[in-house]
Structure formats: C-alpha cells, structure tokens
C-alpha cells in the first residue's frame, strides 16, 4: 500500500545536455505533493524517473525501503494519470478499470468489487459498458483516475491531468481528485504549472526551475514566506524594491524611499546590512499617510477588489519589472482612485519578505528551502 | 554514479532480430550484386571488363534509353489518364460511380503482363481482333514493341494516379473553393488555380509511384517487347540466357539500373517532399450535376478508360472457356483448358496461397516492428530502417530473385530452390505498403496509452501487444490489402527464383503463355483472378470492421 517517497541525489541527462543536477526531496506516506514550475523545468522528467519511463543517471529513488532505480516501469506497482487521459479506445470503461487488475491478477471476486468501488467512487457508473470515445473529457479524465486506483498502487502519479478541460470543469475536477486521494490515502505526486490549482489541492508544493528545487513548502508557507525571489515572483505577484537595511540582530530598518523607513523584526541575525531586496504583494500595501509616492497608471475594477498599476517615484525598484500593483479591497476602502492620482502607500512589515541582492535568498527568520519544520534532507 | 545501465528488455530483442534479418536479406545480397558485377567471369578477377562489355555496345546501352522513354511516356499519359478521371467523377455527378470503381479496383487486381498477353491475344499477329479485321481485309498496326508496352502499362498503372488523386480532391476543404471564388476566381480557374495545387503533392506521389513501376517492369516488356530491349529484360536475359548464364554481366547491368533508378528515385522525392503539406477536410466537394453534351463526353471517358482496363481480365476469362487447337482458339466453348491445367493449377494454388500466406503474416509482423522501431524508438540506428521502404522501388523484382540467387545458392545457407527464398522475396517487396499505412497510425497512436499498460502492471512486450497492436490492426488493414494482392500477384521474383516444386499461379501463367498454350494460360489467370477476389473479400470481412478515434 502508499509508501513516502525519498529521492537523493537524481540526475537526469538526455545525451549530453543534463536536465536534473542533483535533485533530493521526500515525500511523506499519503500526502499530496504538487511539482510546480515554469513550462521546462523538468516536471515531467522528474516524475517519469518515478514512474520508470525515464532512466536515472544518477542517485537514487526510493519506494519506502525499496530502491527503484533499476525496476522496470510494470513491475514499480504505480497508478499514472496522463495529460491526455490515456484511454484505451478499443476497451470499454469497465474493461479499462479491469485491465489493470487482471494484469496484477487479483481475483475474480475481489476485481468485481473493486470495479464497482471505482465506478461508485469516481461517479461514472452509468458509462460502464460505453466505449471511451463516446465520453466527455471530464468523464474520460475520471476513468483514467479509476484505472489507476483500482490497483491499489504504491503511490499516485498525475502529470497535469486536468490541463486538457476548460476552466470550470477544471474546478470541479480538482476537488473531486483532491477528495478521493483523501479517502484513501494514497502517496501523490502531482504535476502542474498551474500555481492556483497547486495552491488550491496541495498538502505540499515543491517549485522547481531549471531542474532544480526552489522551495519545498504548504501552500501557505510558499505563498506568505517564499525562499527566494524566484519564487516570491513565480507564485503570485509580487513588486521588488531596493532598500538600504541598517540595524543589529533581528530589528533591523530598511530605507525605501527617502522619507519611508520600514522597521522589520524577523530579520535573520546573521544577514549583512546594506543593499537588499524588498518583494511586496499588492495586497500587502495599505493606503497611508506616511510611505512611498506613487502615481496610478491604470486601474483595473475586478468586483471585490480593485488592482492599480504603479509608478513609484521616489524609490529604486529592481531593473525588468512590468507593474507593481497594489489591490485595494473594497470593503474598506476610505475612497477610491482614478488614473493620474497620486497617492501615499505603506507596506505590512510583518508579511514583506527580503531576500540578498547576492544569492537571492530571503533573509527573513526561519525561512528554508525545505519547509520550516522539516530541516533539509 | 551516472553510468547508464544497459538493459535488456523485448524492444532490444526487436531491433537485433530486425536488424539481423535486415542484414541478411537486403545489405548483404546488395552488396554482392554490386561485387559481382566487377569481377570477370572467365578469370573471377576484379575487372571492369562487364561494364565495357556493355557501355561498349549501343545493343545494350540503347536499352537505358528505352527504359527512360517508356517510363516517361508511360507517366505523361497516366498522369492526364488518371488526373482527369480523378476530377471527373469526384466533383462532377458521374452516373454509377461505384462500378467504375470496382471495374478499376478490379483491373489493379492481377499481374501487368496478364494484360500484355491479352493484348497479344486481342491484337497480336493472331489475335482474335487482328483477324477479325484480317478477314475484312484490314491490317492493323502492330501491338508489339514500344507501343504495346506503353499501351498494357498506361492501362494497368492510371488506377494509381486515379486513386491518389481522388483520395486528394476528397482532402481539399471545399471552403477554399469557395474563399477563391469570393476573390473573383472562376470556376474553370479555380481548378487550376486552387484544385491542381493542392492536390499535386499527391499527385507527384503516385507519378514517382507509376515512374518507379514502369522502369522496373519486367513481364509485359518480356511479352510485348520483343525487339524493344529494356533494362529488366537485358538483366533476366543475361542471367537465364540460353548460351549459358553470365551472373557478372547481369550483376553489371543490374549496377546499371540500379544506379539509374536509385539516382531518380531521390531525385524526384527531393522535388517531391519539397511540395509536400497536410491538407484534412471534414467536408467533401459537392458533386456538381452536368448535362447535355459535356455529359455524354465526361460518361464515355469514364466508362470507356474503365472498361478498356479492365478488358484483359474479360479477355483472359472468356478465353478460358474456348476451345483450343494448337496455340489456337476455334469457335465454341469447353472446359478444356481447364481439364489440360488441372494438375498444375492445383499444385500451384496450393503454393501460391501457402507461400502468401505466410508472407503476409510475416509483413504485418515486421512492419509493425519496424514501424514501431522507427517511430517510437527513433535513433541514428533504427532510421536507418527507413531504407526498406525505398528498397524495392529501387530494386526491381527480377534483380531482387538474381541477388537473392547469388547469396544463398551456397554455403552456409541454402535457400535456393526452397519456398523460403520465394517468401522472402515477397515480403522485401510488398512489405512497404503495410509499413507505410503501420507508420501513418502509430503517428496518430498517443505514446501514453502504451505508458498507461505498462504503469497498470503489463510488461513492455504485453503492453504493445494488448494495447497498441490492438489500437493498430483497423489502420494497417488497408496497407495490408494493398500487401497481399500485390503478393500473390508477384511474378519477376519469382520468375527467377521458382524451381518446379515452387511454382506459383502467376509463374504457371507466364509459362504457358510463353509456350503458346493461351488456353491453359488464361484457364490458370482466371483461377489466380477468383481466387484473388475471393481471399480480398474473406480480408476485408475480416478486417474492415471498426476504427477508433482517439
Ligand atoms: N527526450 C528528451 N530528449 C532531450 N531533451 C528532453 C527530452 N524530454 C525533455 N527534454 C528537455 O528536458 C527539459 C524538461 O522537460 P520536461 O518535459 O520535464 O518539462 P516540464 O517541466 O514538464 O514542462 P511542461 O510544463 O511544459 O510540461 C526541457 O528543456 C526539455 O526540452
Ligand atoms: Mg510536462
């Protein structure tokens, strides 16, 4: 049954061109896991070393005590979910959750019920008998996922399976394979480059880029403390601003603008004054007397919130951004704004995040690149 | 850390075996040809003494010539044929569209020199129709020599261009027409603007197709030929010559021609692939009504193309049932030449549907394979395979059976003689329209479903036969077809490689028909034509059943 997942050390080359250098991470018993990160940054290659349709260079990948390396893909015991779905055309839905079970020859008995179990737990028991090509892709979506439970696999691999439906089944779809992986618990790897559908479904998210692990986290902590710039800008949005940082220990002042100083308390102790750089979400601004002067140059009315574009003008930004925008929530907003207005911002100290101009890193206390529980592997 | 493993799966197995057979049955019986021709025969040193022999002596080089002309001539007049039969009955309202469409089918069915001889029996200088007109006291021109072969293969080979070329025009979108006439383009330019555009990629296809068969033809040149020397016949003549074989000489000729046609081939596929695109329509051209005089002149062209085609197979089976004297037929009909090729006709079914059999099992293996090898494991290795589907264009029959001759008549292995060398000649030759048609689906065949047998539990071998096997059979079906009639329709490699336990109903035929025994010719190419029939319907039933979209 579900097993954690350990990997140390992966390499992956294609020829000569080396796609995952040295890649570790741990993934707990029966925890959904999203692999997150730009088209290309190796998603599907990691996750395809796990299902054993990739060799491995290097390192190795573990099933709880079992080292997989060299075990052929039929023999790993995983469920895969495919992008396209994967159907077999010539089989019938029922035929298609069988196959599986036949193939790891459970008996009759215990296949029956089995089936049923499926059909009853992904809702598609009406189409049993109909041939796939005469299901919706939302249905077909849902067979495949039967198909890969149905033999009680090791662990759950899904490599964006809902990237083929339109936005609203997309919804429901998350919920509904967020909900079966809960009631049987089984170990899920998950791969998306949809950062809402991860943040949304997820126990932990690991972004990757260029191969490599930016941040392994909740949702909550990728989203509020995120590790480096990278992923303070890949998740969500955010403004990046140059600031002078004085001060000892942990109470440190960061100078924005020549009359906005921020006073931060969860600086780390060891990080050097100077230069750094300031991330800001546009929901971390609030309307002030006292801040940084910015002019609106485009508004943007979106129901519950309003999103302004921004053009500071008395304090340095980071070179290569496209807007720094502030969302006002309307709910208490004391007035709103016009494009052309000029107006004062100031930003919550407690939920910015400051990272080193050097290694891009955030500076801000108990900030890991593998969680803040959990220390590195 | 980092070094790869090595494993040894099914798909590795694969590639040894087809690679092996690869091997043995095409490189190394090439190679030998192309030696051969360089050492002399009387002293078996290296020489160039064959091909001064025959560069030296207009007898032979007239031949290159004459191989050229035919083939070009052949596919100037298939190409106008075909082309404009294809536009006729696929945009105007043709009156019963599908007989023609059998009556052509049905003249693809059966080897070209079926048609050669009916034509020697129809116009030849006893031929029925020639003294018919005799009687009369009108001499008509004479059938053999250049005109005879360029009338039997023009008449065999415009169904190809037809085929293709309505395939095609069913492709184009008809919304294209339309969005060229909104732009002021009318109907009789627009077919020359838009129609022969797009459909010239197809076009170009089944005329490299037509070129490749023309230069390559070997019994009706040997039938109807006579004076009019080609490259094949030069190269069969040399081989089984009556003063004694020269295999030097007929590996030099065979250099020859083979140089000629492989320099053609990639030739005309450079012009080709450079005009090549996709074209998919879900709409078909509206057939267009058309009356009067047009009418009357666009029926006849049809009905008249599609009847002369299929005119030898008519000529061949009422022929069957006439009474015979001599090499002559004389009023009335019996079963004669029927009773006179009994034993034949027997044993030679009997090896032409068991060797075809066999054949064709074989051919969808390893096309399948190999198509599989080529697409899903693609590498410098296994695209060298792509080689096989260009073989036999370049290869002609009858210097296929003389390579295969030459390699295994002697240690360490023996086929000659055997029924395995016939069969491998079948599959080196017929096996490109099932590898073609196997690529064409795997394309469509998403790699995942295969992934998806293999992570439920099914080991790679399992996987691919349960899943994309299965997923494959409805699509290679019309490859296979294609496949089989061509297969038990072989004569110029078989010709060359039959011995008396091995002889097939098409090499039956051409005996008698050499030996001037018409009747029991025509009894043994109306079993081969039924015969045929029958086995294509008992295919496609078993076939034709159902496709899967994915
Ligand atoms: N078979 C292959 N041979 C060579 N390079 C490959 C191969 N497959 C993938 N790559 C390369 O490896 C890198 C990672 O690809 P991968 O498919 O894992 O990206 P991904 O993160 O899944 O992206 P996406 O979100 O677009 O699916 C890419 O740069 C890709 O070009
Ligand atoms: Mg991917």
């Not at chain 1, 609106?296 to 008395?314: H, N, S, W």
């Not at chain 2, 290296?46 to 007239?62: A, D, E, P």
């Not at chain 2, 018919?132 to 004479?142: K, Q, Y």
Request: charged fraction near 20%; hydrophobic fraction near 45%.
């Amino acid at each position: 049954m579900s097993k954690e997942i350990i990997i140390e050390h992966a390499v992956k080359r294609y020829d000569n061109v080396t796609i995952i250098k040295d890649l570790s991470l741990r993934i707990g018993n029966s925890e959904l896991f999203t692999l997150l990160g730009p088209s290309g940054c190796g998603k599907t290659t990691l996750l395809r070393m796990i299902a054993g349709f990739n060799t491995i260079e290097g390192g190795t990948i573990r099933f709880g005590d079992t080292v997989i390396n060299n075990i052929p893909a039929h023999k790993r015991n995983i469920g895969m979910v495919f992008q396209d779905y994967a159907i077999f055309p010539h089989l019938t839905v029922a035929q298609n959750i069988m196959y599986g079970l036949k193939e790891h020859k459970v008996p009759r008995e215990e296949a029956k019920q089995r089936l049923e179990k499926m059909l009853r737990l992904t809702k598609i028991e009406e189409y049993r008998d109909r041939l796939p090509e005469r299901l919706s892709g939302g249905q077909q979506q849902r067979v495949a996922l039967a198909r890969a439970i149905a033999i009680h696999p090791d662990v759950l691999l899904m490599d964006e399976p809902l990237s083929n439906l339109d936005a609203k089944l997309r919804v429901e779809m998350r919920e509904i394979i967020r909900d079966i992986q809960k009631q049987i618990g089984i170990t899920t790897v998950y791969v998306t480059h949809d950062q809402e559908e991860a943040l949304a479904i997820s126990d932990r998210i690991a972004v990757m880029n260029f191969g490599d692990i930016q941040q392994v986290g909740t949702p909550h902590e990728i989203y509020t403390r995120p590790f480096n710039v990278f992923v303070a800008d890949f998740i969500g949005r955010s403004g990046f601003f140059c600031g002078e940082m004085e001060g000892e220990g942990s109470r440190r002042r960061i100078k924005l603008s020549k009359d906005y100083t921020l006073e931060m308390d969860n600086i780390l102790p060891s990080a050097s004054n100077g230069r750094v750089i300031v991330g800001i979400r546009p929901e971390e601004f609030c309307i002030a007397e006292k801040g940084m002067t910015a002019k609106v140059r485009k508004a943007t009315y979106l129901g519950k919130y309003i999103t302004y574009v921004l053009d500071f003008e008395d304090c340095s930004m980071m070179e290569d951004q496209e807007s720094i925008e502030f969302s006002q929530h309307l709910g208490n907003a004391a007035s709103l704004h016009r494009v052309g207005d000029t107006i004062k911002l100031a930003a919550y100290a407690q939920r910015i995040n400051v990272f080193s101009p050097e290694t891009k890193e955030s500076i801000i206390r108990g900030v890991a690149r593998y969680g803040q529980e959990t220390v590195s592997l | 850390m980092g070094r790869k493993r090595f494993r040894f799966d099914f798909w590795v197995l694969i590639t040894i075996i087809v690679f092996t057979l690869f091997a043995l049955f095409m490189v190394w019986p090439l190679a030998k040809l192309l030696i051969s021709g360089f050492i002399d025969p009387s002293t078996g040193e290296w020489s160039l003494k064959n091909f001064q022999t025959f560069f030296g002596r207009k007898y032979y080089t007239n031949a290159i010539f004459h191989s050229l002309y035919i083939s070009c001539t052949v596919t100037i007049l298939t190409v106008i044929l075909g082309t404009l039969m294809a536009y006729l009955t696929s945009t105007f309202d043709i009156k019963g569209r599908g007989f023609i469409q059998i009556l052509v089918i049905f003249s693809m069915m059966s080897p070209s020199f079926i048609g050669a001889y009916s034509w020697v029996i129809l116009l030849g200088r006893n031929g029925l129709v020639t003294n018919f007109f005799a009687n009369l006291g009108i001499s008509l021109p004479t059938i053999y020599g250049f005109h005879g072969i360029v009338l039997v293969l023009t008449l065999k080979l415009y169904s190809f261009i037809y085929f293709y070329v309505s395939g095609a025009i069913k492709k184009v979108d008809p919304s294209m027409l339309e969005a060229s006439q909104s732009l002021g383009c009318s109907p009789a330019r627009n077919v020359v603007k838009m129609l022969i555009p797009l459909v010239l990629p197809s076009l170009l296809a089944a005329a490299l197709m037509v070129f490749m068969t023309s230069i390559a033809d070997f019994g009706t040149a040997m039938l109807i030929g006579e004076g009019y020397r080609v490259l094949p016949v030069l190269v069969y003549r040399a081989f089984m010559g009556e003063n004694g074989s020269n295999a030097n000489f007929a590996a030099a000729i065979a250099f020859v021609m083979v140089a000629l046609t492989a320099c053609l081939y990639f030739l005309q596929k450079y012009i080709i692939n450079k005009k090549s695109f996709k074209m998919r329509s879900v709409k078909t051209i509206q057939k267009r009504p058309i009356k009067g005089f047009k009418a009357v002149l666009a029926h006849i062209y049809v009905y008249g193309l599609a009847l002369l085609s299929v005119l030898p197979q008519m000529t061949v089976i009422v022929t069957a049932f006439l009474k015979t004297k001599g090499s002559r037929f004389v009023r009335g009909f019996s079963l004669d030449s029927f009773r006179s090729a009994w034993k034949t006709i027997l044993s030679t079914t009997r090896n032409t549907y068991l060797y075809g059999a066999t054949a064709i099992v074989l051919i969808v293996l390893i096309a399948v394979f190999v198509a599989y090898l080529s697409v899903r494991k693609r590498n410098a290795l296994t695209s060298l395979l792509d080689v096989v589907t260009v073989f036999p264009y370049i290869i002609s029959g009858s210097i296929l059976g003389i390579m295969l001759l030459l390699c295994f008549n002697t240690k360490p292995l023996i086929l000659s003689g055997s029924a395995a060398i016939i069969i491998v000649a079948f599959i080196i030759r017929r096996l490109p329209h099932t590898l073609r048609s196997s690529v064409g689906v795997l394309y469509q065949i998403s790699p995942s479903t295969e992934e998806a047998a293999i992570s439920l539990g099914s080991s790679p071998q399992k996987a691919f036969f349960k899943v994309t096997f299965m997923l494959m059979v409805p699509g290679i079906a019309t490859g296979a077809i294609m496949s089989w009639v061509t297969v038990i329709n072989e004569l110029s490699a078989s010709l060359i490689l039959y011995t008396g336990g091995t002889k097939t109903l098409s090499v039956a035929v051409y005996e008698q028909v050499s030996r001037g025994n018409y009747g029991a010719a025509a009894a043994i190419a109306s079993i081969l034509m039924l015969t045929t029939i029958i086995s294509l319907a008992v295919f496609m039933k078993a076939t034709g059943s159902k496709e899967y979209t994915m």
